[in-house]
């Protein structure tokens, strides 16, 4: 029987609101920097609406070192408009491969696949396109329009603009970049999707399929998402985000994303690649009852946890971190409180708990990746990072979160996440030995 591979986790990239780069990331971090601005929204110089986020500042994807050439096709392909959430996805790879040592000619086949990750990609600049078109064609009064006529116009100038709303055109735009032709697949499957990615890359490379993938995800918070989420009562109106707090709110947007390098062991130790850490396993399970809330009392969040620790062949007593989503809904926050008292006892010491979103934002499908990555950093440097905005603990919840910036020797840690529409998942990461 041949002997089972092992995953490497050999690259990370990381653009968030407060560094782009694994380095200025981990730095910014660790001096509790945010980067959360007020955003307004306008309609010619009509004011819609505004709303805090963690944002990126200054970005510019020339500055990426990527294929002019590609670029300018996916510009010209997409009719001059700017898909944020697409750029973002380019620039995060590229910082990858630059941090893996994976080599990358725009001239020469890659020898990596890609897992893209994101919860709607191209769906709101779509509906932006669209309200625009058919607002013109109404706002012309030279034009007598039939209805029918109408809906041919409104297809023919949002024809490609609505194609584009399907994955695999994400897909395609990535791979053409980075001249990819290895097996590789999209995911979308609400703020879990980059653990689904994750345990999807694994098996590819289990399965021989490859080598070496390059898992993605991103997301450009605007308006159209903050307005669902403030009508839903779950967005935090001082831009706060206060993760398993009596005063929690709601949460705020992140903008960026981040991408991670996953690698078969005996592939990466050959080429001698720096080793952040290894997979060890995910857990996954649908809870299938509402999309915008999950049902209390269930045990579909424990049930992933614990298919984690069963596949990673990791005991309870051993996750020394834990990064649970932390979104400061009291609902979601009570939800997965309850679901850690449950496998690890009320007020844990072993694993610790901390959450990110205080530090970057909510990056809805790509949230859970990068938190990922700074999970990792968190075991590569041997230091727990505390949750930010968290000294008004609430009691009933049964945990406690860290507080200030610790060293310890980590081995092994466990990144989870409640998403919407029930997609529970749990992934395990071990040191590299």
């Given at each position: 029987?041949?002997?089972?591979?092992?995953i490497?986790?050999?690259?990370i990239?990381?653009?968030?609101s407060i560094?782009t780069?694994r380095?200025e990331l981990?730095q910014?971090l660790?001096a509790?920097?945010?980067?959360?601005k007020?955003d307004?929204?306008?309609?010619?110089?009509e004011?819609?609406d505004?709303?805090h986020?963690?944002?990126v500042d200054?970005f510019?994807i020339?500055?990426?070192?990527?294929?002019r050439?590609?670029?300018?096709w996916?510009?010209?392909w997409?009719q001059?408009?700017e898909?944020?959430?697409?750029l973002y996805?380019?620039?995060?790879?590229?910082l990858?491969i630059?941090?893996?040592?994976?080599?990358?000619?725009p001239?020469?086949?890659s020898?990596?696949?890609?897992?893209?990750a994101h919860?709607?990609?191209?769906l709101?600049p779509?509906?932006?396109?669209?309200?625009?078109?058919?607002?013109?064609?109404?706002s012309?009064?030279?034009?007598q329009l039939?209805?029918?006529k109408?809906?041919?116009e409104?297809?023919?100038?949002?024809?490609?603009?609505g194609y584009?709303?399907?994955?695999?055109m994400?897909?395609?735009?990535?791979a053409?970049v980075?001249n990819v032709?290895q097996?590789s697949l999209?995911?979308?499957?609400?703020c879990?999707?980059?653990?689904?990615?994750?345990?999807t890359?694994?098996e590819?490379i289990?399965s021989?399929?490859?080598s070496?993938?390059?898992?993605?995800a991103?997301?450009?918070?605007?308006?159209?998402?903050?307005?669902?989420?403030?009508?839903l009562g779950?967005y935090?109106?001082d831009g706060?985000?206060?993760?398993f707090?009596?005063?929690?709110?709601g949460?705020?947007?992140?903008?960026?994303?981040?991408?991670i390098?996953?690698?078969?062991?005996?592939h990466?130790k050959?080429?001698?690649?720096?080793?952040y850490?290894e997979?060890?396993g995910g857990?996954?399970?649908l809870?299938?009852?509402q999309?915008t809330v999950?049902k209390?009392?269930s045990?579909?969040y424990?049930?992933?946890?614990l298919?984690a620790?069963e596949?990673?062949?990791v005991k309870?007593e051993?996750?020394?971190?834990l990064?649970?989503?932390?979104?400061?809904?009291h609902?979601?926050d009570?939800y997965?409180?309850?679901a850690?008292t449950?496998?690890?006892g009320d007020n844990?010491?072993?694993?610790?708990?901390?959450a990110?979103?205080p530090y970057?934002?909510h990056?809805l499908?790509?949230?859970?990746?990068l938190?990922?990555?700074?999970l990792?950093?968190c075991?590569?440097?041997d230091?727990?990072?505390?949750?930010?905005?968290?000294?008004n603990?609430?009691?009933?919840y049964?945990?406690q979160?860290v507080?200030k910036?610790k060293?310890a020797k980590?081995?092994t840690v466990?990144?989870?996440?409640?998403a919407?529409a029930?997609?529970n998942s749990?992934v395990?990461f071990?040191k590299?030995?």
């Amino acid at each position: 029987m041949p002997k089972e591979k092992r995953i490497a986790i050999t690259g990370i990239g990381p653009l968030a609101s407060i560094g782009t780069g694994r380095r200025e990331l981990w730095q910014n971090l660790l001096a509790g920097k945010t980067n959360i601005k007020l955003d307004e929204a306008y309609i010619d110089d009509e004011l819609w609406d505004k709303y805090h986020f963690h944002k990126v500042d200054n970005f510019d994807i020339s500055r990426f070192g990527l294929d002019r050439g590609a670029l300018d096709w996916i510009k010209d392909w997409k009719q001059g408009d700017e898909i944020k959430d697409l750029l973002y996805l380019l620039a995060v790879i590229k910082l990858a491969i630059d941090d893996s040592g994976l080599v990358y000619n725009p001239d020469a086949e890659s020898d990596f696949g890609l897992v893209l990750a994101h919860e709607n990609m191209a769906l709101i600049p779509f509906l932006f396109k669209v309200s625009e078109t058919a607002y013109n064609i109404m706002s012309d009064k030279s034009k007598q329009l039939t209805k029918k006529k109408f809906y041919d116009e409104v297809y023919r100038l949002c024809l490609k603009a609505g194609y584009d709303v399907q994955p695999f055109m994400t897909l395609f735009h990535v791979a053409k970049v980075f001249n990819v032709r290895q097996h590789s697949l999209f995911i979308c499957n609400a703020c879990a999707s980059g653990l689904y990615a994750l345990e999807t890359a694994s098996e590819m490379i289990h399965s021989n399929q490859n080598s070496s993938v390059i898992v993605a995800a991103s997301d450009f918070p605007d308006i159209y998402k903050y307005l669902w989420f403030r009508d839903l009562g779950i967005y935090s109106k001082d831009g706060i985000c206060r993760p398993f707090s009596k005063d929690s709110n709601g949460l705020v947007f992140g903008d960026g994303g981040v991408a991670i390098v996953m690698e078969d062991m005996e592939h990466a130790k050959k080429r001698n690649a720096t080793i952040y850490a290894e997979y060890l396993g995910g857990g996954f399970a649908l809870e299938g009852w509402q999309v915008t809330v999950p049902k209390v009392g269930s045990d579909s969040y424990q049930n992933a946890m614990l298919k984690a620790l069963e596949q990673s062949k990791v005991k309870k007593e051993e996750i020394d971190l834990l990064c649970p989503h932390g979104v400061g809904s009291h609902v979601i926050d009570y939800y997965e409180s309850k679901a850690f008292t449950e496998i690890f006892g009320d007020n844990p010491k072993k694993p610790l708990i901390t959450a990110f979103k205080p530090y970057v934002g909510h990056n809805l499908g790509g949230s859970a990746l990068l938190e990922v990555a700074i999970l990792l950093l968190c075991l590569s440097n041997d230091t727990i990072l505390p949750t930010l905005n968290s000294s008004n603990s609430n009691p009933a919840y049964k945990i406690q979160l860290v507080q200030k910036v610790k060293k310890a020797k980590l081995k092994t840690v466990m990144k989870a996440c409640a998403a919407f529409a029930g997609f529970n998942s749990a992934v395990v990461f071990g040191k590299a030995w």
